[in-house]
């Protein structure tokens, strides 16, 4: 079995976990919540959610992943000849996601600036589909759990692109001002008379939250604990028929698969098939 996205569904399914950073720091494993989510998404991919031999499972992770990120360049992390995962925490379902210098992709490209040198050498690669995974915590606690594709979630890069130029043509357009080279919106330069001091004009750019994008689509619970995946057909097809058969195999009250259409991003008024996941507790 490949590792891919229905993997992991069906570790989230079959292997549960209660409270989240309890579970983490009992292995010494998290420090904060953000700890503990980012570690429980690595091992439901690796299927290391239960292994507590540290050393088995750092190399599980290594043939899983690789590329293991960090806080200030997307992505989180990189499934080995697979898709990029960009992890989220928030702690109101309802939430929009701060993404800060980085707008949100419907695909992640080897020659994105804002990529890493080292996440841009981890493999030969050119372009990777990328998860947005949107953790809802609450104190200790993961309440919500929503999975999905940027192509399902964010416009082509062009549109963002778009707009960023744009206002980056008009910032630098100021007279009577010193800029410098930068990868953000601007960069004024000797602002003082010692001409010591700059300013740095960054763009902070948010999404609003998938529970809400997709609130067409499907209505939260108040359960427990409530994990949803939404995959476009094309993507859902293009897994492996034995990886699709096992997770199908699951589907019980509480697991269900569901055929759905979603909107287009680029032109919403375009429909498109998807799979809608669901697991509640």
Same mark, same amino acid.
């Given at each position: 079995?490949?590792?891919?996205?229905?993997?992991?569904?069906?570790?989230?399914?079959?292997?549960?976990?209660?409270?989240?950073?309890?579970? %983490?720091?009992?292995?010494?494993?998290?420090?904060?919540?953000?700890?503990?989510?980012?570690? %429980?998404?690595?091992?439901?991919?690796?299927?290391?959610?239960?292994?507590?031999?540290?050393?088995?499972?750092?190399?599980?992770?290594?043939?899983?992943?690789?590329?293991?990120?960090?806080?200030?360049?997307?992505?989180?992390?990189?499934?080995?000849?697979?898709?990029?995962?960009?992890?989220?925490?928030?702690?109101?379902?309802?939430?929009?996601?701060?993404?800060?210098?980085?707008?949100?992709?419907?695909?992640? %490209?080897?020659?994105?600036?804002?990529?890493?040198?080292?996440?841009?050498?981890?493999?030969?690669?050119?372009?990777?589909?990328?998860?947005?995974?949107?953790?809802?915590?609450?104190?200790?606690?993961?309440?919500?759990?929503?999975?999905?594709?940027?192509?399902?979630?964010?416009?082509?890069?062009?549109?963002?692109?778009?707009?960023?130029?744009?206002?980056?043509?008009?910032?630098?357009?100021?007279?009577?001002?010193?800029?410098?080279?930068?990868?953000?919106?601007?960069?004024?330069?000797?602002?003082?008379?010692?001409?010591?001091?700059?300013?740095?004009?960054?763009?902070?750019?948010?999404?609003?939250?998938?529970?809400?994008?997709?609130?067409?689509?499907?209505?939260?619970?108040?359960?427990?604990?409530?994990?949803?995946?939404?995959?476009?057909?094309?993507? %859902?097809?293009?897994?492996?028929?034995?990886?699709?058969?096992?997770?199908?195999?699951?589907?019980?009250?509480?697991?269900?698969?569901?055929?759905?259409?979603?909107?287009?991003?680029?032109?919403?008024?375009?429909?498109?098939?998807?799979?809608?996941?669901?697991?509640?507790?």
């Amino acid at each position: 079995m490949n590792v891919n996205i229905l993997v992991a569904i069906s570790n989230i399914v079959t292997n549960q976990v209660g409270e989240l950073k309890g579970f %983490y720091e009992s292995r010494n494993r998290a420090n904060s919540m953000g700890d503990a989510l980012e570690n %429980y998404i690595k091992d439901i991919f690796a299927g290391t959610l239960l292994e507590t031999n540290e050393q088995v499972r750092l190399e599980k992770l290594s043939r899983t992943f690789s590329y293991l990120g960090n806080q200030n360049n997307p992505p989180d992390m990189i499934i080995r000849n697979g898709d990029a995962i960009e992890v989220k925490k928030i702690e109101n379902p309802r939430s929009a996601l701060a993404l800060n210098s980085s707008y949100p992709k419907a695909k992640l %490209y080897a020659n994105n600036r804002m990529i890493s040198t080292v996440c841009r050498n981890c493999e030969e690669w050119i372009e990777k589909d990328i998860i947005y995974s949107v953790g809802v915590v609450n104190k200790n606690h993961l309440s919500k759990l929503f999975f999905v594709y940027g192509v399902d979630y964010a416009a082509s890069s062009d549109i963002y692109e778009r707009i960023k130029t744009v206002i980056s043509t008009g910032v630098n357009s100021i007279p009577s001002v010193e800029f410098g080279e930068t990868k953000e919106l601007g960069r004024v330069n000797r602002v003082d008379p010692l001409g010591i001091t700059y300013l740095r004009i960054r763009g902070m750019w948010g999404i609003e939250n998938p529970v809400k994008v997709f609130s067409y689509a499907y209505t939260p619970s108040n359960n427990d604990f409530e994990f949803v995946a939404i995959i476009n057909i094309d993507k %859902y097809n293009s897994f492996a028929n034995d990886d699709r058969k096992a997770l199908e195999k699951l589907v019980n009250d509480s697991f269900t698969i569901s055929d759905i259409k979603i909107k287009e991003p680029d032109n919403p008024c375009k429909l498109k098939d998807a799979k809608l996941i669901i697991f509640r507790r």
